[in-house]
T-cell receptor
């Protein structure tokens, strides 16, 4: 079945530095990638949607200059948290969807990245 | 716009007992419905989905769900739970046309008690 690889699984960084999270679709072409943020004991909040070769569409309240999303190929999307601060600490999850109707391709999730900013 | 309500934030149940996790949704358009399971510090795994056809959908790990259009519900059930079913469960919907992102409920924490 479809597999999405997300790296790193855990990262600790110093305040003010940038962190890049990668999300790769291993056996299908992901025309659309979704990036979610999940706070402890809460649901997933959609941050942005990216289509290959296009600029990402950010949800209201999400700073696009802080959370840079690149979807340069059909198998790779990256989320860069720039100038990270402790309040950016969270669990970030990517999801990929292939071509065609959602019903046939579904959504495949990465295993998530636990970001801790100290 | 779409919204998903999971009425129970926590559900404790004894091992080998049946369980039902409730999900109701609101949408002005037709939707596809999903149930996902999340284990600690992991991503989401698809349990089952309703696209069309039979309203009773069977998924992995012995779970099933029934779509009830009149009640806009998609409750998840399992006749006999195991310790390994302890996890967070999310109900989600997406419009059948147009916007293609998932809208999630707030999740239900299922705890299976030995």
């Amino acid at each position: 079945g479809a597999v999405v690889s997300q790296h790193p699984s855990r990262v600790i960084c110093k305040s003010g530095t940038s962190v890049k999270i990668e999300c790769r679709s291993l056996d299908f072409q992901a025309t659309t990638m979704f990036w979610y943020r999940q706070f402890p004991k809460q649901s997933l909040m959609l941050m942005a949607t990216s289509n290959e070769g296009s600029k990402a569409t950010y949800e209201q309240g999400v700073e696009k200059d802080k959370f840079l999303i690149n979807h340069a190929s059909l198998t790779l999307s990256t989320l860069t948290v720039t100038s990270a601060h402790p309040e950016d600490s969270s669990f970030y999850i990517c999801s990929a969807r292939g071509q065609g109707p959602a019903s046939y391709n579904g959504y495949t999730f990465g295993s998530g990245t636990r970001l801790t900013v100290v | 716009a779409q919204s998903v309500t999971q009425l129970d934030s926590q559900v404790p149940v004894f091992e080998e007992a049946p369980v039902e996790l409730r999900c109701n949704y609101s949408s002005s358009v037709s939707v596809y419905l999903f149930w996902y399971v999340q284990y600690p510090n992991q991503g989401l795994q698809l349990l089952l989905k309703y696209l069309s056809g039979s309203t009773l959908v069977k998924g992995i790990n012995g779970f099933e769900a029934e779509f009830n259009k009149s009640q806009t519900s998609f409750h998840l059930r399992k006749p006999s739970v195991h310790i390994s079913d302890t996890a967070e469960y999310f109900c989600a919907v997406t419009p059948q046309t147009g916007a293609n992102n998932l809208f999630f409920g707030t999740g239900t924490r299922l705890t299976v008690i030995p």
